[in-house]
């Protein structure tokens, strides 16, 4: 076992009460390693807060464990935890003031090492891909609770195995948590495939206003749009994914306006040779080399604008 494995053991063996944090906006595989890892604390006799500022999408409920997930960190903590989340900032203000967390796990290239011991491994294609090989390293056991969770996240970080970040070490993992009894057709079914109406209408309004230039595939999703559409989320409702699949581009990137001052962009890199994780990080984002995101500053003509302009100029682009 390396040593940074051995000192996380100690430290999660010493502590009693944990606050689990993650992302804003957050997708299966911050709700599944979420999950996966406070199940498995709880296992083991600790008391476990977990907190998602933006609570949790409908579509995750199903998940062991889901309704134990707050909005808000309630107490006093010995060890404060995130997963699958690159800085402070990025908890949305769930993380305890003045406080920096003691363990970072995560996977995602950008991510600086902000606790005071870090897992951070790029190469894992999910967060919960690192959970499933150093839970039990950990002393914690893969139940079948705890291994519908990791699928989740597994699943979804690879949009169904599919990601180039597919390694055999991933699969195999599947077919370990498979093993275990997991449903993988349900959980693939719910966190990929199933839309709510309102989510088809809100996707059907940014499809109607696609636009190609220069290799960039785009649109932008409009306060007025969710409204129309009935869409409770802030994000995309994944409509990024089917904007992906759109051929002879180079990148996609879908503008989610938040109110009049924020915007939320997704970029995907769509050819092997472009690096958005480099484009987003210009704006204050992060991520991976295919996928990245940023929440700008600006209203959503001028974001627009800009992203598009340094977009074109990271791709070489006069
Ligand atoms: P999405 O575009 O689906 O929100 O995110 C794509 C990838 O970029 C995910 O791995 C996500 O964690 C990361 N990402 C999205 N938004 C941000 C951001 O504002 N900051 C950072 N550091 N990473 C982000
Ligand atoms: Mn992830």
């Not at 003691?102 to 996977?107: R, S, T």
């Not at 059907?204 to 409770?232: K, P």
């Not at 991976?288 to 682009?317: F, I, K, P, W």
Request: hydrophobic share 45%.
């Amino acid at each position: 076992m390396t040593d940074l494995n051995t000192a996380i053991r100690e430290k999660l063996q010493a502590a009693h009460r944990i606050l689990i944090l993650s992302h804003i906006r957050p997708d299966g595989d911050a709700i599944g390693s979420m999950l996966a890892l406070g199940l498995a604390l709880q296992d083991a006799g600790k008391q476990v807060q977990m907190v998602l500022s933006d609570g949790l999408p409908a579509a995750f409920k199903h998940l062991p464990g889901a309704e134990q997930i707050r909005t808000q960190a309630e107490g006093e903590f010995d060890l404060v935890i995130t997963v699958d989340c690159s800085d402070a900032a990025r908890t949305g203000g769930s993380l305890p003031a003045g406080r920096r967390p003691d363990l970072v796990i995560d996977h995602h290239i950008t991510t600086e090492a902000f606790g005071s011991l870090n897992l951070i491994d790029p190469s894992a294609a999910a967060t919960a891909s690192l959970l499933t090989r150093v839970l039990p390293a950990w002393g914690l056991t893969i139940t079948p609770s705890i291994a519908a969770n990791l699928m989740t996240g597994l699943v979804t970080d690879t949009l169904g195995f599919r990601t180039s970040s597919t390694t055999p070490e991933v699969l195999r993992q599947a077919a370990d948590l498979l093993e275990l009894g997991v449903d993988m057709s349900a959980l693939y079914f719910r966190s990929l495939v199933r839309r709510t109406f309102a989510a088809a209408r809100y996707w059907g309004a940014g499809l109607s206003r696609l636009q190609r230039s220069n290799g960039i595939v785009y649109t932008s999703l409009t306060l007025a749009d969710r409204q129309a559409s009935g869409y409770s989320g802030r994000d995309d409702a994944d409509l990024i994914t089917v904007v992906s699949s759109i051929d002879e581009s180079e990148v996609a990137i879908i503008f989610v306006e938040q109110d009049s001052e924020h915007v939320k962009v997704s970029w995907r890199g769509l050819k092997p040779y472009v690096d958005v994780a480099q484009i987003a990080r210009q704006f204050g984002g992060g991520g991976h080399r295919a996928a990245a995101g940023a929440e700008v500053r600006g209203s959503l003509a001028e974001v627009q604008e800009r992203v598009l302009r340094l977009t074109q100029r990271a791709l070489n682009h006069p």
